[in-house]
């Protein structure tokens, strides 16, 4: 059938598009912005896009019309789907019916890490011989697409709490029904569809009232919010992780790139990996609890996340220009953003350091965050923050309470000029932000060389 997806280019339609693709249907799209690595992906797949939502696309009618969670009244390709009666329906309703139905689904749930994290348990389940099935918000470099259906009744999802279309206000997760679920973290995120932190906290609840008896949840034992919506009521055995959890760790290298992992208090065996940070460390128990729940040893577990590459856009090295190295990275969030910067301080040990960081997500947008935002940039020595010209809020005020020097510029061109003032051979320059950035890491490589 032809199946049009309004919204192609977020990282989960654009997931759902190549299984979709992989099923055999006939696949379009079309999304406002169309820009890399989505993009790129979607156009190898052979998927036909379409810039912008001209009602035009629509006609001759496909067969059904998937919307994203970005479309809202208004925008004309939903209006001329609602008044021509053309069936639709959501990305994550889809999903269920045409995909998860049937399977054994491993979801990976929480505020932060959650591309990362699935794509850890992907890996670690494909590394044992088991080929699952993945639906992915990010491009993982073991795999090098997004998602795919797999040949086993194993699959790995991104388990994501914001809303799933404008006529269907539940979490995305709650459909998913899944076997095994992992609850990485919870705070407060998504300010422009949750009023507030208990507002996430029941949809959470929803997704746990829909795991089986005979299932798992894993989560870490130092999370309030976790703690809360599993007292709310659980039906399914739990395990736990971190300080005092069933899963634990005796790091071996204090930025995180070694360690021995211990569960119920016996070694498993220790992992020496590329990536660094506290972060990565605790989304790793939880793959290895997840992972242990359809079959996969511990020791085998290690062995694979021992050769597990990062996921696109996740601390990923683009270039390495005069001595100065370039990350991109997807942090857009206080949170991630201090955990990030800690993992590569406790790296480059004395290395400057420069953290390009640009409010764009919804909750940054709307100032939810902008409290957290001085602290989180503490391990940086000096700090640009980007200010779009539709942010709400005062960016200086928050630049002039960082401890580190701040400024904030409104142009790509000021951010290079800058930078290439400051850097010197071995400066580690970080690019944070949940967007295209408007190519700006590649032209600030230009502008270095």
């Not at 079309?30 to 989505?38: G, I, K, L, Q, T």
């Not at 019916?97 to 591309?115: F, M, P, S, Y």
């Not at 997004?146 to 799933?164: C, H, K, M, N, Q």
């Not at 020097?405 to 690019?431: F, M, W």
């Amino acid at each position: 059938m032809h199946i049009h997806i309004l919204g192609i280019c977020g990282t989960f339609m654009g997931s759902m598009a190549v299984l979709a693709k992989e099923l055999g249907h006939h696949v379009t799209g079309s999304d406002a912005n169309v820009y890399p690595p989505m993009s790129t992906q979607l156009q190898a797949q052979g998927i036909e896009l379409t810039q912008g939502y001209d009602p035009a696309q629509l006609d001759p009618a496909p067969d059904l019309v998937v919307i994203g969670n970005a479309m809202s009244r208004g925008n004309p390709a939903v209006e001329y789907v609602l008044n021509k009666g053309l069936p639709y329906v959501s990305g994550p309703q889809w999903l269920a019916d045409h995909v998860l139905q049937g399977r054994w689904v491993l979801a990976v749930a929480g505020t932060h890490g959650k591309t990362t994290t699935s794509s850890m348990l992907a890996w670690v389940l494909e590394h044992a011989g088991m080929s699952p099935g993945f639906l992915i918000g990010g491009v993982p470099q073991n795999f090098a697409v997004s998602a795919r259906l797999g040949g086993t009744p194993f699959f790995v999802i991104e388990a994501d709490e914001y809303d799933s279309a404008f006529f269907d206000k539940r979490s995305k997760f709650v459909h998913y029904r899944p076997r095994t679920a992992i609850l990485n973290n919870l705070e407060f995120d998504h300010a422009d569809i949750f009023p507030d932190l208990a507002a996430i906290e029941r949809q959470f609840h929803h997704l746990v009232r829909t795991i089986p008896s005979e299932g798992l949840v894993i989560h870490p034992t130092t999370e309030p919010a976790l703690q809360r919506v599993i007292e709310m009521g659980c039906w399914t055995p739990v395990q736990t992780t971190g300080a005092g959890g069933q899963w634990q760790v005796k790091l071996r290298s204090e930025d995180g790139s070694a360690f021995e992992v211990l569960f119920e208090g016996v070694s498993q065996g220790v992992v020496e990996w590329e990536l660094t940070g506290q972060h990565n460390v605790a989304n790793a128990l939880a793959t290895l609890a997840a992972a242990r729940h359809v079959g996969v040893v511990p020791a085998m577990g290690i062995a694979a996340l021992s050769a597990f590459k990062s996921v696109k856009r996740r601390m990923e090295k683009v270039a390495e220009v005069q001595g100065v190295t370039i990350y991109d990275d997807f942090a857009h969030h206080p949170t991630a953003i201090a955990t990030t910067l800690d993992g590569l301080r406790k790296r480059v040990g004395e290395a400057p350091v420069i953290a390009i960081i640009e409010p764009r997500s919804n909750s940054m947008k709307l100032g939810a965050h902008r409290d957290g935002l001085p602290e989180s940039v503490n391990q940086a020595d000096q700090v640009i923050w980007y200010a779009p010209p539709n942010l709400g809020w005062d960016l200086a005020a928050t630049a002039a309470q960082c401890t580190v020097p701040s400024i904030v510029s409104d142009s790509l061109d000021g951010i290079i000029e800058r930078v290439k003032s400051q850097a010197k051979p071995g400066t580690q320059v970080v690019i944070m932000s949940n967007g295209g950035f408007g190519g700006l890491h590649g032209k600030l490589a230009e502008a270095l060389q």
